[in-house]
């Protein structure tokens, strides 16, 4: 139990893996403290629903129904913390508050801003009315429906930076690739993948891992390709290098921004990204403010295996700080994610600011591996693993 000095009130930003995880981690080490009168620890988000992003890629694939997903917020928290679904409109760092939709003000000692990242796909003409997606509950629900209609054809993913899960395009094209020839219709379908650098993913152990896997599997790719428009009525998708391609159904992963109420409180960079120090997660020159998940500028994967980490660290920090003591745990830029590779078999890579990734061979064991992970997630969102 940590000893606490005075009333402190922590508010959490977000009720992803990031913003849940840190709430938990930090109740526990104040286990059963959290009278309110010594600490008390309030989540505010933006929705009543928790929803476990990965499994997009199952839903659009038709595997899983997207409940299969969801849960609660309010079933993921430890008794004790206080739970607001009032989305914030403001955050002011001097004044120290945060203020919600409805006009609640909310004073913190201590704020998290876990508030994640979003597809955007109005910065690219075209796109909204021309691709599909499966990085939201509703686009993923969408494509499951198109991939039902579809017979035959061009298909083409295109994957715009930065994006979140940077291996999710990857799986996705992958999982396409099983999915058509399951059904014994492969040879009726085209697929073709772009990537915007000279690479087809941005860590070079999994570009090499990944091209071999599209050579053998007969899916084209094209690098340098950084989509700059989408002509819907003609069905033709255009880089700014040049290049086009007519598509059937067009796949886009787009470019993702921050949470619009961090570029309101003029508190992010140009892409709605909160300035971070790379280990001690605090908001560069934000004072009691942390950053965890997606929501973050740091140079790393925006993954929820991320915000895992992130998430430990920052609750101790807080914790020790709320307890008088030096706040000394560093996050490395550690990463751990399961890569989905069809044909029921996956891999993995984890990695650190130090450290690059070495993709192990793919196989069925590591797939079961993914597959079980994503039944426990609850327990890690509830921090217990
Ligand atoms: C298709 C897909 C596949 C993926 N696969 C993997 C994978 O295999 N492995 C992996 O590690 N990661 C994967 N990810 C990425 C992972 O889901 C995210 O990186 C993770 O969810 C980030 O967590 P977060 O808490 O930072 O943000 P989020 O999960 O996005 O949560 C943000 C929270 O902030 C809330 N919020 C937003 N605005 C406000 C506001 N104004 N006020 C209050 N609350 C607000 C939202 O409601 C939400 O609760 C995948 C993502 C996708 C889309």
Avoid at 362 to 375: D, I, R
Wanted: aromatic share 10%; proline share 7%.
């Amino acid at each position: 139990m940590v000893r606490v000095f005075g009333r402190k009130r922590v508010v959490i930003l977000g009720g992803g893996p990031g913003g849940t995880m840190v709430a938990n981690h930090l109740a526990r080490r104040f286990n059963g403290s959290l009278t309110g009168d010594r600490v008390e620890i309030v989540q505010i988000t933006a929705c009543t629903k928790h929803t476990y992003q990965p499994g997009f890629l199952f839903v659009a694939l038709g595997d899983a129904p997207l409940e299969h997903f969801e849960r609660d917020q309010a079933s993921l928290l430890l008794p004790g913390i206080r739970l607001v679904v009032d989305p914030a409109e403001s955050i002011d760092p001097q004044a120290g508050h945060v203020i919600t939709e409805s006009g609640a003000v909310y004073a913190y000692d201590y704020l998290i801003i876990a508030t994640g990242s979003y597809p955007d796909p109005s910065a690219v003409p075209g796109l909204a009315q021309g691709a599909l997606g499966f990085y939201t509950a509703e686009d993923a629900v969408r494509l499951r429906e198109a991939l039902g209609r579809f017979e035959k054809g061009r298909i083409v993913l295109t994957v715009d930076v930065p994006h979140k899960c940077p291996v999710a395009p990857l799986e996705m094209v992958l999982s396409l690739d099983a999915y058509f020839r399951r059904m014994g219709r492969r040879h009726d379908v085209e697929l073709v993948y772009t990537y915007p650098i000279n690479r087809v993913h941005s860590l070079p152990q999994v570009a090499e891992w990944a091209q071999a896997e599209f050579e053998r599997r007969e899916i084209r790719w094209e690098t340098f390709f950084n989509v700059d428009r989408v002509d819907p009525e003609q069905r033709v998708v255009y880089s700014a290098e040049g290049g086009e391609y007519p598509y059937d159904l067009l796949i886009s992963v787009p470019p993702h921004r921050g949470a619009p109420v961090v570029a309101a409180s003029g508190l992010g960079d140009e892409q709605g990204f909160v300035p971070t120090d790379r280990y001690t997660l605090r908001g560069a020159g934000l004072e009691n403010v942390y950053v965890v998940g997606d929501a973050t500028n740091l140079p790393v994967s925006k993954a929820g295996s991320t915000a895992h980490y992130e998430a430990d660290i920052v609750a101790d920090n807080v914790a020790a700080a709320i307890a008088g003591e030096p706040a000394l745990r560093r996050y490395d830029g550690k990463v751990f994610c399961f890569i989905e590779a069809g044909d029921d078999r996956g891999t993995y890579i984890e990695f650190s600011y130090t450290r690059p990734p070495r993709p192990a061979p793919a196989s069925v064991m590591l797939h079961q591996f993914k597959m079980a992970y994503n039944e426990m997630y609850w327990l890690s969102a509830r921090g217990v693993l």
